[in-house]
């Protein structure tokens, strides 16, 4: 069975950073992709930014492109998302999912997923 677990949300002032993790169990994820999604209150979820496992290669959202930084870890089968230059805009609940396709930006093209970790950004 599949399995994210997100951690390393918080409260940061605006124009901090934090770093979120995504600890990933249940599969071999060589050939997947490792997409970062969020959540505003009243808001739809959406992209923030993937990375193919097997190649390293990563796509963003131009909301935060330059600022949010998707890696990987092989040895700990961890996907990180360091945020930096945070704004209040950011705040959302922020999950991480699993995609068998390389590139993938649509919620409906991730099969699994964590439980979120809340981020909040005060002004």
């Known amino acids: 069975q599949v399995q994210l677990v997100e951690s390393g949300g918080g409260l940061v002032q605006a124009g901090g950073s934090l770093r979120l993790s995504c600890a990933a169990s249940?599969?071999?994820?060589?050939?997947?992709?490792m997409g970062w999604f969020r959540q505003a209150p009243g808001k739809e979820r959406e992209f923030v930014g993937n990375i193919n496992w097997s190649n390293g290669i990563t796509y963003y959202a131009d909301t935060v492109k330059g600022r949010f930084t998707i890696s990987r870890d092989n040895a700990k089968i961890t996907v990180y998302l360091q945020m930096n230059s945070l704004k209040p805009e950011d705040t959302a609940v922020y999950y991480c999912a699993s995609s068998p396709y390389h590139g993938a930006r649509r919620l409906y093209e991730y099969p699994d997923w964590g439980q979120g970790t809340q981020v909040t950004v005060s002004s």
């Open positions: 249940g599969r071999t994820f060589s050939s997947y992709a």
